[in-house]
Protein backbone atom coordinates (compact mmCIF):
# COMPACT_ATOMS: atom_id res chain seq x y z
CA UNK A 1 0.00 0.00 0.00
CA UNK A 2 1.62 3.05 -1.06
CA UNK A 3 1.38 5.73 1.55
CA UNK A 4 3.04 8.40 2.89
CA UNK A 5 4.60 9.13 6.61
CA UNK A 6 5.14 12.52 8.24
CA UNK A 7 7.34 13.32 10.92
CA UNK A 8 9.14 16.51 12.74
CA UNK A 9 6.24 17.98 14.51
CA UNK A 10 6.03 18.97 17.96
CA UNK A 11 6.29 22.02 20.13
CA UNK A 12 8.66 24.98 19.80
CA UNK A 13 8.60 28.44 21.09
CA UNK A 14 8.56 31.68 19.19
CA UNK A 15 11.45 32.00 17.00
CA UNK A 16 12.29 28.37 16.72
CA UNK A 17 12.80 26.00 13.86
CA UNK A 18 11.20 22.94 13.12
CA UNK A 19 12.05 20.38 9.71
CA UNK A 20 8.75 18.32 8.89
CA UNK A 21 9.92 15.17 6.77
CA UNK A 22 6.97 13.80 4.62
CA UNK A 23 8.74 9.74 3.60
CA UNK A 24 6.93 8.33 0.49
CA UNK A 25 6.63 4.53 -0.06
CA UNK A 26 7.14 4.64 -3.58
CA UNK A 27 9.63 6.55 -5.60
CA UNK A 28 9.05 9.95 -5.89
CA UNK A 29 11.40 11.15 -8.64
CA UNK A 30 8.97 11.33 -11.26
CA UNK A 31 6.65 13.29 -9.29
CA UNK A 32 6.63 16.66 -10.28
CA UNK A 33 4.15 18.31 -7.92
CA UNK A 34 4.41 18.21 -3.94
CA UNK A 35 3.71 20.28 -1.37
CA UNK A 36 2.81 21.00 2.01
CA UNK A 37 -0.86 22.25 4.01
CA UNK A 38 -2.04 23.49 7.11
CA UNK A 39 -5.34 22.91 9.01
CA UNK A 40 -5.55 25.02 11.92
CA UNK A 41 -8.63 24.47 14.72
CA UNK A 42 -11.75 26.21 13.09
CA UNK A 43 -10.07 26.79 9.68
CA UNK A 44 -10.36 24.89 6.37
CA UNK A 45 -6.58 23.49 5.23
CA UNK A 46 -4.48 25.82 3.44
CA UNK A 47 -1.90 25.39 1.18
CA UNK A 48 1.52 26.46 2.58
CA UNK A 49 4.38 25.49 0.25
CA UNK A 50 4.35 23.63 -2.92
CA UNK A 51 6.75 22.59 -5.81
CA UNK A 52 6.54 21.79 -9.36
CA UNK A 53 9.17 21.92 -11.97
CA UNK A 54 10.26 24.94 -12.17
CA UNK A 55 8.38 26.57 -10.16
CA UNK A 56 7.77 27.03 -6.24
CA UNK A 57 5.10 28.76 -4.71
CA UNK A 58 4.25 30.03 -0.49
CA UNK A 59 2.17 31.49 0.84
CA UNK A 60 2.48 35.28 1.87
CA UNK A 61 2.44 34.21 5.36
CA UNK A 62 5.60 32.10 5.20
CA UNK A 63 7.71 33.35 2.55
CA UNK A 64 11.42 34.09 3.73
CA UNK A 65 10.74 31.49 6.70
CA UNK A 66 9.73 28.16 5.03
CA UNK A 67 11.46 26.73 2.35
CA UNK A 68 10.20 22.94 1.00
CA UNK A 69 12.52 20.88 -0.60
CA UNK A 70 13.09 17.18 -1.91
CA UNK A 71 15.68 14.20 -1.50
CA UNK A 72 14.86 12.14 -4.83
CA UNK A 73 17.24 9.34 -3.16
CA UNK A 74 15.01 9.02 0.09
CA UNK A 75 11.45 9.74 -1.40
CA UNK A 76 11.69 12.52 0.66
CA UNK A 77 9.94 15.89 1.10
CA UNK A 78 10.59 18.21 3.47
CA UNK A 79 9.31 21.73 5.28
CA UNK A 80 12.08 23.61 7.17
CA UNK A 81 10.19 26.19 9.38
CA UNK A 82 12.30 29.20 10.23
CA UNK A 83 11.21 31.76 12.66
CA UNK A 84 7.69 30.30 14.07
CA UNK A 85 5.07 32.23 15.36
CA UNK A 86 1.91 31.08 17.07
CA UNK A 87 -0.08 31.95 14.01
CA UNK A 88 1.98 28.78 12.53
CA UNK A 89 0.34 26.62 14.88
CA UNK A 90 -1.97 23.52 12.56
CA UNK A 91 -1.65 20.07 11.95
CA UNK A 92 0.32 19.92 8.63
CA UNK A 93 -0.23 17.70 5.61
CA UNK A 94 2.33 16.65 2.91
CA UNK A 95 1.12 15.84 -0.45
CA UNK A 96 2.93 14.23 -3.17
CA UNK A 97 1.16 13.90 -6.30
CA UNK A 98 -2.50 12.48 -5.07
CA UNK A 99 -0.81 11.23 -1.74
CA UNK A 100 -1.57 12.72 1.29
CA UNK A 101 0.23 12.37 4.66
CA UNK A 102 -1.56 11.47 7.74
CA UNK A 103 -0.93 14.56 8.98
CA UNK A 104 1.61 15.73 11.82
CA UNK A 105 1.10 18.58 14.81
CA UNK A 106 2.66 21.78 15.04
CA UNK A 107 2.41 23.77 18.54
CA UNK A 108 4.42 27.03 18.92
CA UNK A 109 4.23 28.79 22.28
CA UNK A 110 4.10 32.43 22.30
Known amino acids: QVQLVESGGGLVQTGGSLRLSCAAS????????MGWYRQAPGKQRELVAE??????NYADSVKGRFTISRDNAKNTVYLQMNSLKPEDTAVYYC?????WGQGTQVTVSS
Open 26 to 33: VRIFSITT
Open 95 to 99: RIGAL
Open 51 to 56: SRTGFT
